[in-house]
């Protein structure tokens, strides 16, 4: 099976500030990667999906981006943060219509 | 556009209690079905993965069911333990690539 790694865990920023946050994947190759963000209590809204090295789609218009440099890295970045993007961020890993792995998640503070 | 729910949000039992957990989805074309268990500031955990041509799926004190026609999913928890207590969520993959989640149903097993 796959195992995704994400750093940093835990996360504060101040507002204005930019972020990089980092996902590997380890046991498969050409993986669709995903990045979601779940506010508590509720379910988990798909940020943005790779299919291939440089592919990105988004799914919702925000002030994050993604970037696929490596076939097994996913990055998640933006440039100002605001106070909305306080969440905790989902790396995601999946082949097709098959099984979807997660990474351990990180803690984003904005304050 | 495709909904997933999950009812009731919350749920608290006693231990040695089964666990019936709900997943209702509006749109019947599914890939598949996967439930998940979340902890507490953790990442998700796949538990069963359901294909939309199989009726259920077991693992050892879990057990889940698929009826695509009503657009419903169950997942059964056998003789619950206090280490049962997470967020349970279900996601349909409603197409190559692309899964929707319900908001979860926290549960709690009490000794």
């Known amino acids: 099976s796959q195992t995704i790694h994400q750093w940093p865990a835990t996360l504060v920023q101040p507002v204005g500030s930019p972020l990089s946050l980092e996902c590997t994947v380890e046991g498969t190759s050409n993986p669709n990667l995903y990045w979601y963000r779940q506010a508590a209590g509720r379910g988990l809204q798909l940020l943005f999906y790779?299919?291939?090295?440089?592919?990105i789609s988004s799914e919702v218009p925000q002030n994050l981006s993604a970037s696929r440099p490596q076939d097994r890295q996913f990055i998640l970045s933006s440039k100002k943060l605001l106070l909305s993007d306080s969440g905790f961020y989902l790396c995601?890993?999946?082949?097709?219509?098959?099984?979807?792995?997660f990474g351990p998640g990180t803690r984003l503070t904005v304050t | 556009k495709q909904e997933v729910t999950q009812i009731p949000a919350a749920l608290s039992v006693p231990e040695g209690e089964n666990l019936v957990l709900n997943c209702s989805f509006t749109d019947s074309a599914i890939y598949n079905l996967q439930w998940f268990r979340q902890d507490p500031g953790k990442g998700l955990t796949s538990l069963l993965l359901i294909q939309s041509s199989q009726r259920e799926q077991t693992s050892g004190r879990l057990n889940a069911s698929l009826d695509k026609s009503s657009g419903r999913s169950t997942l059964y928890i056998a003789a619950s333990q206090p280490g049962d207590s997470a967020t349970y969520l279900c996601?349909?993959?409603?197409?190559?690539?692309?899964?929707?989640f319900g908001a979860g149903t926290q549960v709690v097993v009490t000794p």
């Open positions: 996601a349909v993959t409603v197409r190559w690539g692309k899964f929707q």
């Open positions: 995601a890993s999946g082949q097709g219509t098959y099984e979807q792995y």
């Open positions: 790779s299919v291939g090295i440089g592919q």
